[in-house]
């Protein structure tokens, strides 16, 4: 592309479809119909959650315990396994 090429083909953004109506009438009338229970939230995942939400939470978790890790000096890593091990045997469920 040179120039004003980019004018004529448009942005190189992907096209995303919105999962609910931009007119507010529209909007306005399936958030009653979610509410009333007349129609599923296309938002939710089966168990009820927000599919946005889950996808963060997991892209966080994968990574959470390793970066954690790399950052813990090996005495902070020695004091967590400590009160982890105390923890393990004082319950009294054994």
Do not use: C, Y
């Not at 190189?12 to 119909?33: H, T």
């Not at 599919?51 to 939470?57: H, K, N, Y």
Request: no cysteine; proline share 5%.
């Amino acid at each position: 592309m040179t120039g004003h090429d980019w004018l004529v083909q448009g942005p190189a953004m992907p096209n995303r479809s919105s999962k609910r109506p931009r007119d507010l009438n529209q909007l306005a009338k399936l958030l009653v119909d979610i509410a009333t229970g007349e129609q599923e939230d296309p938002l939710l995942t089966p168990d009820g959650k927000n599919a946005a939400a889950v996808a963060l939470g997991r892209r966080g978790g994968l990574k959470g315990g390793a970066a954690r890790a790399e950052k813990l000096t090996q005495e902070q890593r020695r004091e967590i396994a400590r009160v982890a091990a105390a923890a393990r045997w004082k319950r009294d469920d054994r």
